[in-house]
């Protein structure tokens, strides 16, 4: 049989995980079973309600799940299955799950068991994948190893005060509320500080299954899921490699409602009991009704882990939302709606974020342009000394609406970390970030932001470019398009958006992420970021030239070739959809051919270089490995040739 592909949502309880998975196995040749690890544990001793409303005893799909499986459920089979669990997917067996190659007997027959169980699942509901709400970072470990299983872990997280807060709240458990099962009538509660505890340890262990689990991953925040529900949904699927289209998705109208059939989820939150029409809002009542104490106490628990996922620190209230009419016992997922937002009355405080180092002389001509912006604003520059002592006499550089800021990059080394560190230290509206060594036309920003107001979809922007070629003269490269699809951006590496030219909503981290700290080099970050944005929604492009960008000064990665490559590899590897487009992936490779190639490695470089002409005969970059890794012509004589036509090699 064919391997059963299982999409595993892991992280902590009452993080929205029961709605995300409601959403996803409503999706054509998709289908959801709740929290399978509990089938054992709860469900089927204490024959607690399936979510189509039968006692799992009783519920059609569920014994014929069992009989597949086992030949039927009983106590026997309910009792092996709890001490394999325990035995193998523990919370302390995961350095060995993720270290030691090796399968214990107890490992190998779990695996067998559950594969047995989700095969049977796929077969009865005639489904390609199976939706798991497990959570448990361990137990989805234990399972990704199973020879016939293709698992893939999704990471759904949500603020952590949110959390917290909802795990002080009664809760009623309906799944055990008839005819007396034994099962309990109420979902346990955690005190915020344990929760907060809890809740980093599993982002933790998800974040370690992510770089050794050997599987793919990728993280989905339930404030994103909320907001833009079809968009996130269809990013994780791409971020997973599971193949997941617009028409796939049962239907979400533009006020987030999404009409959803009974399923036959097993335990979870009480939503895995509504069906019909199921309104996603975001719920934020506990920034208004969670204590001062617990709210100071989880912010200060999860610091680090809020910075990275891009969720706000301070720890005022706020007000209160305005709150919906659905009942009490209904889940927070969906109970809230948040007020409109008030129109802008003034213009908006727009950040501009630059990293640098060692290029004092070339930054204070970059921050110049800024400064002169006829933008009617306010702007604050906020600089980023990247491994190097911060330059107190930039502040200096300050005029009225114009402050210029110093801070040193405390986060990962390099631009990922740099331009992370500075955008978590801005406090504008709009973000924008520029290189140390480009130069901005006067109308720039106001450009920008004027296009970015009209266009509230939008989740960056980026600008016509004029490129300083020195000898060989300018060259103007205005927008082509005014809005740049993620084909597009695979095709072509689409030079309008460039990182100096590039403005963003502040929002547009909340659904395609920070830049990603774990790229080799940080060579292409701002390529990496611009994919996953088109992945998830919108991106666009002034037409008009606004940034000058210097091609005439050496550039960090200049005879860091392999540096190149290996990005490229990696890149390529994160985003499969280069894999499926011929051009694009021919493209890519010819440029890490190239790399290998003008590093020495002629022999590798060939190799690639053969691998994207056979995928597109016309593969530029490829023509050029060949050149450099075969007759030997230098890489500096391909580099002027491109630049004397108006472009680069990357």
């Known amino acids: 049989m064919a391997a059963v592909t299982v999409v595993y949502l892991g992280g902590f309880g009452r993080s929205g995980s029961t709605v995300v998975e409601r959403v996803l196995g409503a999706s054509r040749g998709w289908t959801n079973v709740g929290e399978l690890i509990d089938l054992a544990r709860y469900v089927g001793p204490s024959d607690e309600l ?47 799950l993720l270290t030691v190659r090796r399968r214990s007997s107890a490992l190998s027959e779990l695996q067998s068991a559950y594969t047995a169980i989700y095969q049977a699942v796929a077969e009865v509901t005639g489904s390609g994948v199976v939706v798991d709400a497990s959570k448990g970072p361990a137990f989805g470990q234990a399972l990704a190893g199973a020879p016939e299983l293709d698992l893939r872990m999704l990471n759904v997280v949500r603020d952590p005060r949110a959390v917290a807060w909802s795990w002080t709240r009664t809760v009623e458990r309906p799944h055990a509320d008839a005819g007396g099962s034994g ?37 989905l925040r339930y404030e994103d899921f909320v907001q833009h529900p079809a968009r996130s949904t ?47 809002r975001r719920d934020d009542r506990w920034s208004h009704q969670m204590g001062r104490r617990d709210r100071a106490v989880v912010t200060a628990m999860t610091l680090p882990l809020l910075r990275a996922y891009g969720y706000p620190t301070h720890t005022s209230h706020r007000t209160p939302p305005v709150i919906s009419t659905a009942p009490a016992s209904s889940t927070e997922e969906h ?36 400064i002169d912006q006829d933008y009617d604003g306010p702007i604050e520059i906020v600089v980023v000394h990247d491994r190097e002592e911060i330059d107190p006499t930039l502040t200096a550089l300050s005029r009225p609406e114009r402050q210029v800021r110093s801070i040193n990059n405390t986060r990962t080394g390099g631009l990922c970390g740099a331009r992370n560190s500075g955008l978590l230290e801005s406090r504008g509206a709009y973000y ?115 940034a000058d960008i210097r091609k005439d000064v050496p550039s960090w990665f200049r005879d860091k070739s392999l540096n190149t490559a290996t990005a490229l590899e990696y890149m390529l590897d994160k985003h499969p959809g280069f894999r499926r487009r011929r051009r694009g992936h021919a493209r890519i490779l010819g440029q890490i051919a190239y790399a290998r190639a003008a590093g020495g490695q002629r022999a590798r470089g060939l190799r690639i ?36 036509l108006g472009r680069g090699l990357s």
Not at 345 to 350: G, R, S
Not at 351 to 364: D, Y
Not at 449 to 460: G, N, Y
């Open 432 to 546: 924008a970030s520029c290189d140390d060594d480009d130069l901005w036309h006067p109308s720039k920003v106001r450009r920008q932001v004027e296009r970015l107001e009209s266009d509230p979809d939008l989740l960056a922007v980026g600008a016509g470019i004029r490129l300083l070629m020195g000898e060989q003269g300018d060259v103007d490269w205005p927008a082509r398009e005014p809005v740049v699809s993620h084909e597009r951006l695979l095709h072509n590496r689409v030079k309008e958006l460039h990182s100096s030219t590039l403005m963003m909503p502040r929002a547009a981290f909340d659904v395609a992420g920070l830049y990603d700290e774990e790229l080799p080099f940080s060579y292409g970050e701002d390529y990496d970021w611009l994919l996953r944005a088109t992945s998830a929604g919108k991106v666009g492009a002034v037409e008009e030239v606004l």
């Open 234 to 280: 269809l990013a994780a699927a791409r971020a997973l490699g599971v193949e997941l289209s617009a028409t796939d998705l049962a239907p979400i109208d533009d006020r987030g409602r999404v009409v959803l059939e009974p399923s036959h989820g097993l335990s979870g939150n009480p939503s895995r009991f509504s069906s019909g029409v199921l309104e996603l």
């Open 609 to 644: 270089a053969g691998r994207a002409l056979r995928r597109y005969p016309a593969a530029p970059h490829a023509w050029l490995a060949l050149a450099v890794a075969g007759p030997g012509v230098q890489p500096q004589r391909m580099l002027g040739l491109a630049r004397r």
């Open 335 to 370: 109970t809230v709606t948040t007020p409109a937002p008030t129109p802008r009355t003034t213009p908006a405080l727009v950040s501009v974020v630059i990293p640098t180092r060692g290029r004092n002389a070339l930054l204070k001509q970059t921050l110049a342009s800024i």
């Open 50 to 96: 399936c979510g189509c409303g039968e006692r799992f005893s009783a519920c059609p799909l569920w014994s014929r799940v069992g009989e597949l499986a086992f030949g039927g459920w009983d106590t026997a089979v309910f009792s092996r299955l709890v001490s394999l669990q325990r035995a193998a997917a523990r919370q302390r067996n995961l350095p060995a």
């Open 183 to 219: 099962g309990a009538l109420e979902m346990w509660r955690i005190p915020a500080h344990r929760s907060a505890a809890q809740w980093s340890a599993l982002q933790v262990e998800m974040a370690a299954i992510a770089a050794w689990g050997r599987r793919p991953s990728a993280r």
